[in-house]
T-cell receptor, first 113, second 115 residues
Framework: QKEVEQNSGPLSVPEGAIASLNCTYS??????FFWYRQYSGKSPELIMS????GDKEDGRFTAQLNKASQYVSLLIRDSQPSDSATYLC?????????????FGKGTLLTVNP | DTGVSQNPRHKITKRGQNVTFRCDPI?????LYWYRQTLGQGPEFLTY????????KSRLLSDRFSAERPKGSFSTLEIQRTEQGDSAMYLC?????????????FGPGTRLTVT
């Protein structure tokens, strides 16, 4: 069974700090990795995608991928109260299942003013 | 680009009734996905369409569930003889064909409550 694991949190950081969210996955042939943000009662919103080992930066967000360790992370710099949400890690498999996403349960982030 | 739309946004039904949800993907997105999300869980894959062809149906979908995408545009998800365990958020996502096809964009979801 392909699994994606995240710490459920809650992760609490002060405003302006760096929030670090982590995710591990079990399927070694996974090719694509995504971070979604989900506000309470709303649907997931894609915020980052990463396909190659290393870092990818977009504004205050940096995604990091290490395929050898089967590890993906998301850093949020200068955290704002509006970043308070559940962050979902999603993994797209390789081979015949390379279209569906497998999600973790999400990490609840709270940014305190 | 108006985004993925879903209707209705909320549905309350009594156990045993049939319900149908609609999803309109982003225009020109030929791939469409249905997921289900329950409280405290991430979305779980239900089924996938490429154009009008349904290419996979998850084991999570019992025979009471059926999905269609008759003309390769909008899709419907029907649940027959609803059960309380069907209460969840039903999410539709779409993606384009091509290099960016790995990215899936979600609609607002339909929240189903079975009483």
């Amino acid at each position: 069974q392909k699994e994606v694991e995240q710490n459920s949190g809650p992760l609490s950081v002060p405003e302006g700090a760096i929030a670090s969210l982590n995710c591990t996955y079990s399927d070694r042939v996974s090719q694509s990795f995504f971070w979604y943000r989900q506000y309470s009662g709303k649907s997931p919103e894609l915020i980052m995608s990463i396909y190659s080992n290393g870092d990818k930066e977009d504004g205050r967000f940096t995604a990091q991928l290490n395929k050898a360790s089967q590890y993906v992370s998301l850093l949020i710099r200068d955290s704002q109260p509006s970043d308070s949400a559940t962050y979902l890690c999603a993994v797209r498999g390789g081979g015949g299942s390379n279209y569906k996403l497998t999600f973790g349960k999400g990490t609840l982030l709270t940014v305190n003013p | 680009d108006t985004g993925v739309s879903q209707n209705p946004r909320h549905k309350i039904t009594k156990r045993g009734q049939n319900v149908t949800f609609r999803c309109d993907p982003i225009s020109e997105h030929n791939r469409l996905y249905w997921y289900r999300q329950t409280l405290g869980q991430g979305p779980e894959f239900l089924t996938y369409f490429q154009n009008e062809a349904q290419l996979e149906k998850s084991r999570l979908l019992s025979d009471r569930f059926s999905a269609e995408r008759p003309k390769g545009s909008f899709s419907t998800l029907e649940i027959q003889r609803t059960e309380q365990g069907d209460s969840a958020m039903y999410l539709c996502a779409s993606s384009p064909q091509g290099g960016s096809s790995r990215e899936q964009y979600f609609g607002p979801g339909t929240r189903l409550t079975v009483t």
